[in-house]
């Protein structure tokens, strides 16, 4: 549940803040009405957009059964934590930039028609990815707990209005930009999490061999079938018994993490 809570709260913040930006601009144009009506407008459209993406979702999985259809979970969780990852890294290279790239393009939008158009596309791929996101994490998810899951989105969501009206009002040690670095964090908790399953999957499946299975025992200090443990192998992808394959699969997701961090960190104090 709490995977759930913190990436529907992200992507939802992310939407919420390239409508802020965008309202904010409105307000200094003459006619700023029909182009209000246009950020609307895209939101109602990109909403829609990122629907229909998850209805096409389950679709395409009723089609599948068996072997196939665990092929196809496997790939869409690998898929969600490998986007996860790289949507982190795209937003510490161009969050600094976003307000300034989108008053841009909002400049250069014809009309209220254009500002519809900015404002689907960026609501419809924080959907998109949300969409992407909670299908790997609620793959096993049924009956009681989809509702709880469920339950977490809704709380995630209202979590971004609270987070952004905070943050809008000028809350005293609150601002976007530690809001983001704390939730990247969490964002790449849970691509490790995700990737655990994936590598589960495989080895489950033999696609890959596990090596060293397990390489140590630490049940008997913190089981992964209840209680703390349980919301670690969840929320982080703690395993009591690791394969090699997994440890190894671990050190080069967060090995790749920390390189493409410092390049872009080296990059923006050059730029600077």
Known sequence: MLNVLIVVWRESLEAMLVIGVLLAWIARQQEPLPLRRGVWLGVVAGVGLAAALGFATFVVESEFAGTSLEVFQLLMVLFAAGLIVQMVLWMRSHGRYMKRELETQAGRAAGAWGIAAITALAVAREGAETVVFLYGLGIEASGGRFAMLASAAVVGLACAGATAWLVTRGARYLNYRTVFRVSEILLLLIAGALLANGIDRAIAMDWLP???????????????NHGIGRLAADFIGYRARPSATLLIAYTFLWSFVFWRRGAIDRHQRVAA
Request: proline share 13%; net charge negative; hydrophobic share 45%.
């Open 210 to 224: 596990p090596l060293i299975d397990p390489v140590w025992n630490t049940s008997w200090l913190l089981s992964d």
